[in-house]
């Protein structure tokens, strides 16, 4: 009794935890009260959460600046698939074989890729997806061109796939928000601003930031498996394309680079954006562009660090219990 009374005080004294709550039931309750096509928007959202998030850890956190994350998720939504196709895997089982198989990808072309620094980095990482997808496009055990179609039967219905899609997104924004808070979490920032002086303090570089890409990469995979899932369907051409590296960089740049909520706002944002000018292509590309490049000039922490600028945004965060100094 003395330790529920402790949990509820602790409660009313964070009041940040009563908004996260009401939100966390309210995403639970939406597809009882929604519409089809909007609980097909949310899931697009937490999806995206997902990856931006993983780009973050990367790109935010450690200063892995990668242009190469859709291969991780190609390689989620193939394993994952051929886990339910050859070995008869359940889907949960399906999507941890998707990160698993995504994360030892990255764990293997570690050690060549953070030979590399900055821009030569970031075209490492192009170049190995590019080649990655190429090889899928020609590997006849993966159906090459054609890909491959999942057993419906054995797939999670819309609102099962609703809810996978909302656990990702809050496990993932849940282990970044851990990290921020943990030595790995400092050792990656310390990485980010100076790799040599992080090594000459005593940081094992090569270690924290193995740790990084692959935990990135995990969650890459598990949401492309969940992907696959949800079209039942995949081909090399559209799950390893570029555009998919492209969005998680918009996201995390337009809501704010290195920050917990910023890729949460900025998913919300990309999808929001696409759905109201999804019969307009080109007018979603160049305002995307124009949009971005404000960003990065007038406000470089995003959407999320312009409003914690202002002085009614601290007050309230203030009086919701969140701390304003631990992200930037």
Do not use: C
């Not at 993932?172 to 040599?196: F, P, Q, V, Y």
Request: charged share 5%; hydrophobic share 60%.
């Amino acid at each position: 009794m003395f330790d529920a009374a402790s949990r509820a005080l602790g409660i009313a004294r964070r009041p940040w935890r009563l908004l996260l709550a009401a939100l966390l039931l309210a995403a639970l309750a939406a597809p009882s009260v929604l519409s089809a096509y909007a609980v097909y928007l949310l899931f697009t959202v937490f999806l995206y959460v997902a990856l931006a998030q993983s780009w973050n850890l990367a790109a935010g956190m450690t200063g892995l600046v990668s242009l190469g994350h859709a291969a991780f998720l190609g390689m989620g939504a193939y394993a994952g698939s051929w886990a339910m196709l050859q070995l008869g895997a359940p889907f949960i089982a399906a999507m941890a074989a998707g990160g698993t198989a995504a994360a030892a990808f990255a764990a293997a072309i570690a050690v060549p890729v953070f030979r590399f620094r900055g821009i030569y980095f970031t075209i490492g990482t192009l170049v190995l997806a590019e080649a990655l997808r190429l090889w899928m496009i020609a590997w006849p055990a993966a159906g090459a061109a054609n890909g491959l179609h999942l057993p419906v039967g054995a797939l999670p219905g819309p609102t099962a796939l609703y809810y996978v899609a909302l656990a990702l997104a809050g496990g993932a924004t849940a282990l970044l928000a851990a990290i921020m808070r943990s030595r790995l979490g400092m050792a990656l920032n310390a990485i980010r601003d100076n790799e040599g002086a992080a090594q000459m303090l005593g940081v094992n570089v090569f270690r924290a930031k193995l740790a990084s890409l692959t935990a990135s990469s995990f969650i890459a995979g598990a949401a492309g498996a969940v992907w696959a899932a949800k079209l039942a369907y995949i081909e090399p051409f559209s799950i390893f394309n570029i555009s998919w590296t492209i969005a998680m960089v918009n996201m995390v740049i337009v809501g704010g680079i290195g920050t917990l909520a910023g890729p949460v706002i900025g998913a919300f944002f990309v999808v929001l954006l696409s759905h109201q000018l999804g019969d307009y292509y080109a007018v979603q590309v160049i305002l995307t562009g124009v949009i971005l490049i404000l960003v990065i000039r007038f406000a470089p922490y995003g959407i999320w660090g312009a409003l914690r600028s202002f002085p009614v945004a601290q007050r309230v965060l203030s009086h919701l219990g969140a701390s304003g100094g631990r992200e930037p």
